[in-house]
């Protein structure tokens, strides 16, 4: 904590009941002092919001000042009898965070609670918009007479905390600054233009994973990426990608991992493994990826916001890990695919998110490593003989439930660079292109071939033709061409 408090809400909760799973990003706690410095990770409450200490005081204060945090409740509802939990909504059933706390009880455990139905009361949300992401719009649940806007399914429902950086990200309107930037020029060239960019996220793709495919699959997972939003990704469509990624499976088991999985080292005398990363278990793995699927379709028909949705699709699909390969390029793939079945990327264009992640690799790591190290101590896993790991105890939870904040502003940054970078700036070098190659075929008969690598010249030499260049390749051009070359170089290739 930032100074001496006591926990509150969900920390005074896992504390009290001993819940054996990963501390929330963001927990609350009260503090001595009437004027407490709040930081990212506490919010501190003064002194006179001090809840009795009972579950039902506890539990307002989780609801009302952290929103729904499933891991934390679905932990929670398998500690505390169904009775007790009851009690806190028969206590106040016409209240807003009783009726809440009763609809995610039933949702989350598919069991029934000792309780009539809600009377004649208002429908309220069961996610509080203002604290967390929500749907725009949900199913009527009567029993409760609660909205059911949790964009996910109990089977997968990752939550996203409002923050100051994701609410000014949302209020840029990328999406509609990125049709305004295609709307101004030729369909032509915006079509280049889009070529280039699937061409980008499918090379940043590969070099992510430390790989150097041949043209062929590369131009294979390219038709995938720009395919992507045209089927929904259940679990024959992501084994058909796999199969794409893969090319050669020889060596490779397709489809869902029948052992456990992990990230990480091997020892270098015995083989033992030292994960960083601990994935699913393989009993897991089918409600986990048809949670996934779901999740994909849920969050783009309830209008949640495509770059939260597709941010949380993908890095949980990473993090289940279900396939002995080629996780890495469809976790990306995930993004490409909520963003344009959301209508979130003009058409055709794909958004080039992965060589944003590649320019910032170490921040991608990061991210990543939030949740995976988060993770490590509360699995208990065994070596096996053939140098894999075997998870022991029920980790299906911290997979199905986790905070999702720092992946969607993360996803978040990389498609704004997308947007303010490198869609226009891609743009403007074909404009610049055409003009510099209709201003050297005016001078010379020349096949496009060539004047790239004329263009590529001038690019390497700061705007000059070297003197190996005037001598070999393009030694049959004369001095007055020569500076007519550099000149008009200097005219198309200027700052936009």
């Not at 022991?392 to 996803?411: Q, V």
């Not at 660079?417 to 700036?425: A, G, N």
């Amino acid at each position: 904590m930032p100074e001496p408090a006591e926990p509150a809400g969900y920390s005074w909760l896992i504390d009290c009941y001993g819940l054996n799973l990963p501390l929330p990003p963001r927990l609350v706690a009260i503090a001595r002092r009437d004027h407490p410095h709040t930081t990212p990770d506490w919010l501190l409450l003064r002194p006179s919001r001090r809840p009795q200490p009972t579950l039902a005081a506890h539990l307002a204060v989780a609801l009302r000042r952290e929103g729904i945090n499933l891991s934390v409740l679905d932990a929670l509802f398998a500690s505390v009898p169904a009775g007790a939990v009851a009690e806190v909504v028969r206590a106040q059933p016409s209240s807003v965070l009783s009726r809440r706390l009763w609809f995610i009880y039933e949702w989350l455990t598919g069991e029934r609670l000792d309780l009539p139905d809600a009377g004649a009361v208002r429908y309220v949300p069961a996610v509080d918009a203002r604290l967390q992401f929500a749907l725009a719009e949900g199913e009527r649940s009567r029993r409760h007479k609660v909205l059911n806007n949790l964009p996910g399914t109990p089977a997968f429902c990752p939550m996203v905390r409002r923050t100051p950086a994701l609410d000014a990200a949302c209020a840029l309107q990328l999406d509609e600054r990125a049709r305004e930037t295609a709307g101004r020029v030729h369909p032509d060239l915006m079509a280049r233009a889009a070529a280039f960019l699937l061409l980008s996220d499918t090379k940043s793709s590969f070099a992510i994973e430390g790989e150097r495919p041949s043209s062929a699959r590369a131009a294979r997972w390219g038709r995938a990426v720009a395919e992507a939003g045209q089927r929904a990704p259940d679990r024959a469509e992501l084994e058909r990608l796999q199969r794409i990624v893969i090319g050669d499976a020889r060596f490779v088991r397709l489809g869902l991992r029948h052992e456990g999985g992990f990230v990480g080292l091997r020892d270098r005398i015995d083989g033992s493994p030292l994960p960083d990363h601990i994935s699913a278990r393989p009993q897991d793995l089918p409600g986990l990826v048809d949670g996934i699927a779901a999740w994909c379709g849920r969050a783009v028909a309830g209008g949640l916001d495509p770059v939260v949705a597709a941010a949380a699709a993908a890095f949980g699909f990473v993090y289940v890990h279900p396939f002995e390969d080629g996780n890495g390029r469809i976790h990306r793939w995930l993004i490409h695919h909520v963003l344009a079945a959301a209508g979130y990327t003009p058409p055709g264009v794909v958004f080039p998110v992965s060589a944003a992640i590649l320019s910032r690799i170490e921040d991608y790591r990061r991210v990543l490593e939030s949740r995976s190290s988060a993770l490590l101590p509360f699995i208990d896993w065994r070596a096996t003989e053939n140098g894999n790991v075997e998870v022991t105890n029920n980790t299906a939870a911290f997979y199905r439930y986790f905070d999702a904040t720092a992946h969607a502003e993360f996803i978040y940054e990389c498609i704004e660079r997308t947007v303010e970078e490198d869609l226009p700036r891609e743009i403007h070098f074909l404009i610049a292109f055409d003009r510099f190659a209709a201003g050297v075929k005016d001078m010379a008969d020349m096949p496009d071939r060539r004047v790239e690598q004329l263009r590529g010249f001038l690019e390497q030499n700061d705007g000059r033709l070297s003197a190996r260049a005037r001598s070999r390749e393009f030694a049959a051009m004369t001095d007055e061409e020569a500076a007519r070359v550099e000149r008009l170089y200097a005219e198309s290739f200027g700052e936009p």
